[in-house]
């Protein structure tokens, strides 16, 4: 985007502020429980994995390094919450152009508020998950409070680099609307997979034999920075301990590279979104 689109979003925090409320009240019309629904389905999620892989399959859990905890359905949360953000702002921001298209023909504004303000008010339910999480764990006798600034850091990467992606798609579901039911229905579902949330990244072989070949099967699955989103959320949360600088310094470069290629797509391909749509 150029720097009169910057200053056009600067000058837009009304608008956002209106969109983002828009879509919080529109999340939960019309529901009994209301936001109440922002805690219970995940919680739902999060005893479904624990009965499948807990009970069922008895995978382990890793004892935290600091805190001493030894609870799977915790150790679920810590990695599963920071998955089910970045999931949820995807599958989501997927249908914002879209689903905004009379808007777009009628009156100009800058395009990229409409990703921004879905992403915020998805991390309106992050912040509360995370807050529950911090107060279970508190049961538990973990202090998360220690560690609060390293949180605050991964959750401002997390929100960065998922704004990126969510920019990225949104725009080019406009083109092709084939990608949304692409990502949603299949590739969203195997990175939950190609990610160590309901298992040990240990539990990754570090070489396995592909047509006699020695592949580095640790390595390149750590090249993919949700697999490390999710690992440093629960080293934070989980162990009690702050990630390694090059976890960070990677994340932070993962971070960047996603908003600055999603900022450049959105802006190349927004001039035409009101003639596609």
Not at 1 to 14: G, K, Y
Not at 144 to 150: C, D, E, H, I, M
């Amino acid at each position: 985007m150029s720097t009169t689109t910057l200053t056009e979003i600067a000058h837009s925090t009304d608008l956002i502020k209106n969109l983002t409320l828009r879509e919080l009240r529109g999340k939960y019309r019309s529901s009994v429980l209301g936001w109440l629904w922002s805690l219970l389905n995940p919680l739902s999620t999060i005893l479904t994995y624990w009965f499948v892989f807990g009970l069922i399959l008895q995978l382990p859990a890793t004892v935290g390094t600091k805190t001493g905890l030894d609870n799977f359905p915790v150790y679920l949360m810590c990695g599963l919450f920071p998955w089910a953000f970045f999931s949820s702002c995807v599958s989501g921001s997927m249908g914002v152009i879209v689903g905004n298209a009379a808007l777009i023909k009628k009156v100009y504004f800058p395009r990229a508020v409409l990703p921004l303000s879905y992403v915020l008010s998805i991390l309106v339910n992050f912040c509360i998950e995370m807050t529950v999480l911090v107060i279970l764990l508190g049961f538990f006798g973990v202090n998360a409070l220690v560690v609060l600034p390293w949180l605050l850091i991964l959750m401002m990467l997390l929100v960065i680099f998922t704004l990126g992606i969510s920019m990225a798609v949104s725009v080019l579901n406009a083109y092709l609307r084939d990608l949304q039911h692409l990502i949603g229905s299949v590739l969203l579902q195997i990175m939950f997979y190609l990610n160590p949330i309901v298992y040990r990244i240990s539990d990754v072989p570090k070489n396995v034999e592909l047509l006699g070949f020695s592949v580095p099967l640790r390595a390149i699955y750590l090249k993919n920075p949700m697999a490390r989103f999710v690992m440093a959320f629960r080293q934070v949360l989980y162990d009690g301990v702050a990630p390694a600088l090059k976890d960070f310094l990677f994340l932070g470069a993962a971070s960047v590279v996603s908003i600055v290629l999603g900022w450049m797509l959105f802006s190349r391909l927004e001039w035409r979104m009101a003639e596609e749509l």
